[in-house]
Structure formats: C-alpha cells, structure tokens
C-alpha cells in the first residue's frame, strides 16, 4: 500500500508541470497518450499511419507469421487430451447406439448430456486457440460465439419440431443462466481467495445499456397483449356460430387470445427483431471499430495492466492448434453436437409425457443447464481439492464474466435470428414471452446490473447471484405455464382451434368424473 501511495502522490505533484507542458508543446497530447503506453505491446496489426497494411497484416496474423505453427495432427491431438473432461467422450457413441437401438429414453438423455459436456469445452478450446491468431478484440467475439453453439443448435432444432413454449422457455432459461449461475459460479471461485476481481470496463459499461435495452424489448409484447385483456366492441357484438367460436369467445373474454392478436404481434416482433440485431451490429462496431483514426482492433484508451498483459500474452504465446485445423475441428464438432443434440430432444418426449417436470421447468432450468455442466464440473473438482488442501489454480474460465457477453449477445443476436427464421420456415414464434419468464429476466438483469455497475467483483456478490438462480429455480418448479399465451404458439391449428380443443378436452374430463 506504500507504493501505491507513493506512486499516487507522485502523479499529483507532476500533473500541473505535465499541464504546463501540454500549453507549450503543440503536439504534446500525442506525446502524453504515448507516454501513457511505453509498458503496451501494441498488436501487431496496430498501424496508426497506414490502413492499406491492416488486412495483409490480420492475414499474416491469422496465418501464424512469426509463430510456431503446430500441424494437423498435433492439433487433432491436443484438442482432444487438452482437458480430463474430454474422457466423457465415450458416451457421445453410447447415446448415439442407445438412440438407435431405442433403449430406456431416460438413459439416452443422460448420455446425451455427458458426451455434450467434453464438446462445450472444445468449443471453448477452440475458440482460445483461434483467439490466438485474430487479437483479443475478435478472439473474444469467437470464444463467445462458439460458447453459445450448443442452445443455438438446441434452439434451432426445437424451432424445427414446433416446440415453441418449450423453445421460449429454454431462450429465456440461458439467457438467465449465463446471466447468473455461470458468472455467479466464477465470481464466487474465482474470488475464493482473492479481495475483489475486476472486470472489463470499456465493454462492461456497454453491456450494461444493451442488456437492459433487449430484456426491455421483451416487455413491449408482454405489455401490449397484457392490455388487450378486455374483448372489443366488435367481438361481444359478434355471435358465435359453433362450438369452436363460443370456445374461443369464451377465452377471449379473459385474454386477448386471437388469430387477429397473433398476427399483430407477429408482425411488429419482427420488427422489433430487426431492430435489436440493428443494436447488436452497431455495439460491436462500436467495440471493434471505436471513433477516431487507428483506433480499429485496439485495446480502448483506458485499458488495465491487466488487459494490456493479456493482450500481449496473447501475442506472444504459441498456439497449439493450426488455425485452419481449428476452423476444420468447429465444423465437425457442430456437426456432432447438432446430431447428439437432436436425440437429447427426442429422449424427452417420453418424460414430458409422463408429466415427470413441468415442460417450464425443463426449458427454464434442465436444457440450459447442459450449457454449465463442464464449468460446473470444473468448479466442483476445484473446491473437492481444496477441501483436502491441494494447492490449486483458479481455473482461469471461471474468473472472467464472459457468460454475461454471451446472454448478450444471445437476447440480442441469436434470439432475433430465430424469430426471423421462424418467418421464414413459417412458424408462429413471437417476442411475446411468458409473464413469469418476462419477471425473471428483468430481475436478472437489474441484479447483474447492480453486481457489475463498479466493474468488480467478489465471492459474496456471486454467492448473491447463485442464490438467486436457486430461488428462480424453485419457484420454476411448481409454475405450470400460462395458458393463453400457449394457444398463440400454436403452430399446425389456429388459435380458435387450439382454444377449442382444450375446451373439448376439459368438457370431456369434466363428463368422466
């Protein structure tokens, strides 16, 4: 603490000479910022002076100029020894046989999970590794896109099999994940011991305003079709000729639950849609790409020691995988996990049909919770070794609030992709979310907010975050879903239809008894 004294009374009795300076010196606000960054290794694609050189130089960079390139099948090897999860590789041919063979459904989901979990980790692996030759700024990008691979591919496939509530439900539950659990998990490992840990501040502050701008955006819906709850004029003047119509006027009634309200709200959470994946592009033009002249691809002005060493770590380190072995290894890898991912769903069915879990629950908590099984893994090894007093290192993924970047980008990127896709593949899937789910997203993002406001962390506040997915989790449990808004997702009927056969059904019900 003396030193850092001593170093802060230092930088106050020199600022009023380096103010004189910067009066007489007419460039001297140039010489000041270069000063101010003797201690960087500027990448080496930073050229202030030409712009011509910059995608020669990304290229020679992504090619591994002046690295030790590794070949292909040392890469093969190392992507798949780099980490003791990869040994639940041996379930991805078990489920695959289990699936085909149609045994115990139960058995095939649990398979399924454990043979995703080595294949997060390599997305992850890979990501690190392409990092390498692309900078941090993009690195980043790439880590956190291949981190988000698997509920894509989730989310896509639901969207195929017309599972909407369940896809919206699984969308809002990793949204609230990665929210939560995953950053909450990290800040309470990482922070074990250590005071406080800081994050980000240049992307951090950003974050902050297009979280609250995409969970917002998801209130436009919810509030629109909450205050459609009385019927019109029209409807109660118009009769109901069958028995699908009185159904439908019945539930209208209570709920604005049309064909006519569909389609309204279809129509403009495609334009919200457009314009959140507006939003997205520009904050990371803003990121990669900020104001002024050279500033594209570079660490922001304010950047840490801490930031500044990773990035010249980065550039420095050798990589351990060929790039173009690694852009090889992601596709084969998405190509796996699509497949294993696909008879996960399937080895569901028999389990929602049982009514085992509320299909809320699994969306809100079961299927995201796929997405933490490595990290949760590897949180656990870690306390099971400290608990016996090994010394041990903090595992590095698990120190950082990436998870966060990825809700992000998941709530403003991939979530406006499926409902366009859905468009597309005609599938009525909306930006109108469950109530319930609507809640505790907006709760997740003012807490995260709150947690995040200072850029610092520690293991209290990550202890505050995992509780509160916990209590998310439980109430989860007991919420059975909101009906009305079930018959706007209905996909192979409209929604008079749908109204009308919940009525017949509950009619039925009702005789038998």
């Known amino acids: 603490m003396a030193d850092l004294n001593d170093k802060t009374a230092t930088t106050t009795q020199t600022a009023p000479l380096q103010s004189n300076m910067q009066k007489r010196t007419p460039h001297s606000a140039e010489a000041s910022q270069a000063t101010a960054t003797d201690d960087q290794v500027l990448p080496l694609h930073h050229n202030r002076d030409s712009y011509m050189d910059r995608p020669l130089a990304a290229w020679e960079r992504f090619n591994g100029k002046g690295k030790h390139v590794p070949g292909w099948w040392s890469s093969f090897v190392k992507t798949v020894t780099h980490s003791w999860l990869n040994t639940l590789l041996v379930f991805l041919p078990a489920a695959w046989a289990l699936h085909f063979t149609h045994v115990n459904p139960r058995i095939t989901f649990a398979f399924a999970?454990?043979?995703?979990?080595?294949?997060?980790?390599?997305?992850?692996?890979?990501?690190?590794?392409?990092?390498?030759?692309?900078?941090?700024?993009?690195?980043?990008?790439?880590?956190?896109?291949?981190?988000?691979?698997?509920?894509?591919?989730?989310?896509?496939?639901?969207?195929?099999?017309?599972?909407?509530?369940?896809?919206?439900?699984?969308?809002?539950?990793?949204?609230?994940?990665?929210?939560?659990?995953?950053?909450?998990?990290?800040?309470?490992?990482?922070?074990?011991?250590?005071?406080?840990?800081?994050?980000?501040?240049?992307?951090?502050?950003?974050?902050?305003?297009?979280?609250?701008?995409?969970?917002?955006?998801?209130?436009?819906?919810?509030?629109?079709?909450?205050?459609?709850?009385?019927?019109?004029?029209?409807?109660?003047?118009?009769?109901?000729?069958?028995?699908?119509?009185?159904?439908?006027?019945?539930?209208?009634?209570?709920?604005?639950?049309?064909?006519?309200?569909?389609?309204?709200?279809?129509?403009?959470?495609?334009?919200?849609?457009?314009?959140?994946?507006?939003?997205?592009?520009?904050?990371?033009?803003?990121?990669?790409?900020?104001?002024?002249?050279?500033?594209?691809?570079?660490?922001?002005?304010?950047?840490?020691?801490?930031?500044?060493?990773?990035?010249?770590?980065?550039?420095?380190?050798?990589?351990?995988?060929?790039?173009?072995?690694?852009?090889?290894?992601?596709?084969?890898?998405v190509g796996i996990m699509a497949a294993t991912a696909e008879w996960l769903l399937e080895a569901l069915e028999p389990v929602v049909g049982e009514e085992v879990v509320t299909e809320e629950w699994l969306g809100l908590i079961l299927l995201p919770f796929v997405s933490f099984a490595g990290d949760g893994f590897v949180a656990a090894g870690y306390f099971i070794l400290k608990l016996f007093r090994y010394k041990t290192v903090i595992p590095e993924e698990l120190a950082k609030g990436r998870a966060i970047d990825m809700s992000i980008q998941f709530l403003t990127l991939w979530l406006p992709f499926l409902v366009l896709l859905s468009w597309w593949i005609d599938k009525p899937l909306s930006l109108l979310f469950d109530l319930f789910e609507v809640v505790i997203l907006t709760g997740s993002c003012f807490l995260v907010n709150y947690v995040t406001a200072d850029a610092k962390t520690n293991w209290a506040e990550g202890f505050v975050m995992v509780i509160f997915y916990v209590m998310i989790a439980i109430t989860a449990w007991f919420y059975p879903g909101q009906l009305s808004h079930g018959h706007l997702l209905a996909c192979a009927t409209s929604v008079a239809q749908s109204v009308a056969g919940v009525s017949s059904s509950a009619t039925e019900g009702t005789a038998h008894e």
């Open 113 to 333: 999970i454990l043979g995703i979990v080595p294949l997060e980790k390599m997305f992850d692996f890979l990501g690190e590794q392409m990092a390498l030759y692309c900078g941090q700024s993009i690195g980043d990008l790439i880590v956190i896109t291949l981190n988000n691979a698997v509920e894509v591919t989730l989310a896509i496939i639901l969207l195929t099999k017309c599972r909407l509530r369940l896809l919206q439900a699984t969308l809002i539950g990793v949204v609230v994940l990665h929210l939560l659990l995953i950053p909450g998990a990290a800040f309470l490992t990482g922070g074990a011991k250590i005071w406080q840990q800081h994050l980000h501040e240049h992307p951090t502050q950003l974050n902050h305003v297009i979280l609250t701008m995409g969970v917002v955006t998801l209130l436009l819906p919810a509030a629109f079709f909450g205050a459609m709850n009385e019927p019109s004029i029209e409807t109660q003047a118009r009769g109901s000729e069958s028995i699908v119509e009185r159904s439908f006027a019945v539930l209208s009634e209570r709920g604005a639950v049309s064909d006519e309200t569909r389609g309204a709200i279809l129509k403009f959470s495609r334009g919200l849609a457009i314009l959140l994946l507006m939003v997205y592009i520009c904050s990371r033009i803003y990121l990669h790409n900020p104001p002024g002249d050279g500033n594209a691809l570079t660490l922001p002005p304010n950047a840490t020691r801490a930031e500044v060493k990773q990035e010249k770590k980065k550039e420095e380190a050798d990589p351990e995988v060929n790039p173009w072995a690694g852009l090889a290894m992601i596709v084969i890898t």
